[in-house]
């Protein structure tokens, strides 16, 4: 079946740090992939759709220059958190689609901004 | 109005017994439709995909209805295993775009 590798999976940084999170489909070639945020005992928010090869498509009230996202090839998406701040801290995740296997999802990172 | 709508529970069911989830979407032009399940700190693992001729998969049944624009779960004989939440998921037309319920949450208890 499909799979989506994300790293780190947790991570603790200082406040103003900014951190870089992989997506990477490991058996499929990937030309969308999508970055979703989650806070405690909330559901997943889309934050952004990546595509390959062009800029990513941000959801309303999400800062792209806050939330830099790459998509330099068909199996790596990258999500940079940048000058990070406690309010950042949460669980992110990253999915890629495809059409026979719907949404296979990352194992998400937590990250923790102290 | 949220676009996806899911009543939050927590349901809270004895083993063996049936349960059924329902969801709501908003925007009739929504093409695909799944239920994902996620276990606390996890990440959402799809269950099943939904369509309109409704769908069986061991325990677990979806249906979808088009005109009333809902898509419900149903979990037969229930197992301590089923404790998670249970996510309705749509997909908007015209691209990859999902939208996530809240999830609802359930408890197996023995």
């Known amino acids: 079946g499909a799979v989506v590798s994300q790293h780190p999976s947790w991570v603790i940084c200082k406040s103003g740090t900014s951190v870089k999170i992989e997506c990477r489909s490991l058996d499929f070639q990937a030309t969308t992939m999508f970055w979703y945020r989650q806070f405690p005992k909330q559901s997943l928010m889309l934050m952004a759709t990546?595509?390959?090869?062009?800029?990513?498509?941000?959801e309303q009230g999400v800062e792209k220059d806050k939330f830099l996202i790459n998509h330099a090839s068909l199996t790596l998406s990258t999500l940079t958190v940048t000058s990070a701040h406690p309010e950042d801290s949460s669980f992110y995740i990253c999915?890629?689609?495809?059409?026979?296997?719907?949404?296979?999802f990352g194992s998400g990172t937590r990250l923790t901004i102290v | 109005r949220k676009e996806v709508e899911q009543d939050p529970g927590p349901f809270n069911v004895p083993e063996g017994a049936t349960v059924a989830f329902n969801c709501t979407y908003s925007n009739s032009a929504s093409q695909s439709f799944f239920w994902y399940r996620q276990d606390c700190r996890k990440e959402p693992k799809l269950l099943m995909s939904?369509?309109?001729s409704g769908n069986e998969d061991g325990r677990f049944t979806a249906q979808l209805n088009r005109a009333s624009q809902y898509i419900s779960l149903l979990i037969r004989d229930s197992k301590l295993s089923d404790s998670a939440t249970y996510l309705c998921v749509v997909n908007r037309a015209g691209g990859f775009k999902t939208i996530f319920g809240a999830g609802t949450r359930l408890f197996v208890k023995a």
């Open positions: 990546s595509n390959e090869g062009s800029k990513a498509t941000y």
């Open positions: 999915s890629a689609a495809r059409t026979d296997y719907g949404y296979t």
């Open positions: 939904v369509y309109s």
